[in-house]
C-alpha cells in the first residue's frame, strides 16, 4: 500500500507545509514500512521499520530514523533488549514494543481486530522505541469522527498521545 498526502504543521513556531509518503509492503511473514516527508528549504525525513508478521501483530526488527544520517535501533526480543546506533545504552523490551513508524499500524491492526474493545475512554499503552531510546506511549480513544478527504468521506476513531 502507498499512500501520499500533505502535511501542515508548527515547530518552535514555525508554520510549515510538506508533502509526504508512506509504504507498506508484506509476505505474509516479514513486513516493511517506510514514511518521508519534505518540505520545501528544510528537507527531508524518511522513517523505516523492517520486521516479522506473528499472531500478536508486527515484531520490529529494525528502525531507522534518518534526516542527515541515519540512526537505528535493533530489535532483539528473545534478549528483551533493543540496541542504538546512536552509542545511547541499550533498553529493555519485552512481547509487544514497537518502533515510531510500527506503533501507528499496530494500532490500526488492535483497533480493526477488536473494535468493539475500544469505546471512548480506553487506554492503550505501547513500547515505543525510536533511534535512541524507548518510552512508553499511552494513547486514549476518542469519539468516532469522519473525516472529509479528497478520495471521500472516511470514519475513523480519533486517538490521542497523552
Do not use: C
Not at 515547530?11 to 514500512?33: C, I, P, T
Not at 518521508?36 to 508478521?53: D, M, P, Y
Not at 515484531?59 to 530514523?65: A, L, N, T, V
Request: overall charge positive; cysteine-free; hydrophobic content about 40%.
Amino acid at each position: 500500500m502507498r499512500l501520499a498526502f500533505d502535511v501542515s504543521g508548527e515547530v518552535k513556531g514555525f508554520r510549515y507545509s510538506a508533502s509526504a509518503q508512506w509504504l507498506f509492503r508484506h509476505d505474509g511473514a516479514q513486513y516493511e514500512a517506510r514514511q518521508e516527508v519534505k518540505a520545501f528549504l528544510i528537507g527531508s525525513r524518511a522513517q523505516t521499520s523492517v520486521g516479522r508478521l506473528t499472531a500478536w501483530g508486527l515484531q520490529p526488527r529494525r528502525f531507522g530514523d534518518r534526516v542527515r544520517s541515519e540512526q537505528a535501533a535493533h530489535f532483539d526480543f528473545e534478549a528483551g533488549q533493543v540496541t542504538f546506533s546512536a552509542n545511547t545504552p541499550s533498553a529493555p523490551i519485552a512481547p509487544g514494543a514497537q518502533d515510531r513508524l510500527s506503533v501507528f499500524i499496530q494500532l490500526a491492526g488492535l483497533l480493526a481486530a477488536t473494535p468493539d474493545r475500544f469505546v471512548p475512554g480506553t487506554q492503550l499503552t505501547l513500547t515505543t522505541v525510536s533511534a535512541t531510546g524507548a518510552d512508553r506511549w499511552t494513547f486514549t480513544v476518542e469519539a468516532a469522527e469522519t473525516l472529509n478527504l479528497p478520495a471521500g468521506t472516511l470514519p475513523t476513531l480519533k486517538l490521542q498521545r497523552l
